[in-house]
């Protein structure tokens, strides 16, 4: 997958030459480039934001700068499905399944916005255009400074479920928010050596070597656990995802 971000602070997406995407871009699995938005600037200033029309507080990004990035950006990329990302928190929430959904596209450009956001002519502009799909995405219910930390998190979910980046493809299988068959829940709680710390025992189950018995004290940990924290994941279940064990919740 080829995946482009344009940013003013082209310095914060270093942290993707780290860990397992990292390893995805050495491995040529993901094709990751990042530019400088004051490149396609024309002044001596490279100024990428003016004030808002209509009046009001803080600056916006002019259109014909991120139109100039955006059609360079775009226009370097081959056939194939295109995703034009631009994470604003006023966007759609980005989910598992979004992600996966992204995941399957040839093609990420993702659009950092900062100040208070990017003019809004860029997104209707593309978004009228045949290619490339548009979508504006939100991290969550907070405001952040700018679209940079938003690119981290979208390169990072996308980029493990491209084939090779997991080394044990399984272990993408139980995870919290998994829209397999496990079904929206978020994932039990885990353990590993020593079998006792700080006075506290691993569960004896754990350490019973009983394969069924594992598994359903693990699924009655993640409803538990989902019940407790995150009930608006237990009213967008659907009857197929509990399984015949799952106690009333
Ligand atoms: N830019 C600023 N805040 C954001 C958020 N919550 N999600 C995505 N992009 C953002």
């Not at 399944?97 to 593309?126: F, K, M, N, P, W």
């Not at 980029?159 to 399984?170: D, F, I, S, T």
């Not at 885990?190 to 569960?203: C, F, M, Q």
Request: hydrophobic content about 40%; glycine content about 12%.
């Amino acid at each position: 997958m080829r995946v482009d971000v344009v940013s003013i602070f082209p310095g914060y997406l270093d942290a993707l030459d780290l860990s397992l995407v990292g390893k995805a871009r050495r491995d040529g699995v993901l094709d990751l480039r990042v530019h400088d938005l004051r490149d396609w600037t024309t002044d001596r200033h490279r100024t990428v934001d003016d004030t808002p029309f209509g009046g009001g507080a803080g600056m916006v990004m002019r259109p014909d700068v991120w139109g100039r990035a955006l059609d360079d950006v775009l226009g370097e990329g081959g056939s194939g499905r295109t995703v034009l990302v631009l994470p604003t928190p006023s966007g759609e929430r980005l989910t598992q399944r979004s992600v996966e959904d992204l995941a399957t596209a040839d093609r990420l450009v993702i659009a950092c916005g900062r100040y208070e956001g990017i003019d809004a002519r860029v997104a209707d502009h593309y978004a009228g255009a045949e290619a490339p799909e548009v979508r504006e995405i939100s991290l969550g219910d907070y405001v952040l400074n700018g679209g940079e930390v938003a690119a981290l998190v979208v390169v990072e979910a996308v980029a493990r479920l491209l084939p090779g980046v997991v080394g044990n493809p399984e272990s993408l299988v139980e995870e919290s928010h998994g829209t397999g068959s496990k079904g929206g829940l978020l994932e039990y709680p885990v353990y590993t050596k020593p079998a006792e710390w700080a006075g506290r025992p691993v569960p004896d189950v754990l350490l019973s070597g009983h394969h069924g018995k594992v598994a359903r004290w693990r699924r009655d940990q993640a409803l538990e656990r989902t019940v407790r924290r995150r009930p608006d994941l237990i009213e967008a279940l659907e009857p197929a995802e509990l399984d015949r064990g799952d106690r009333a919740v």
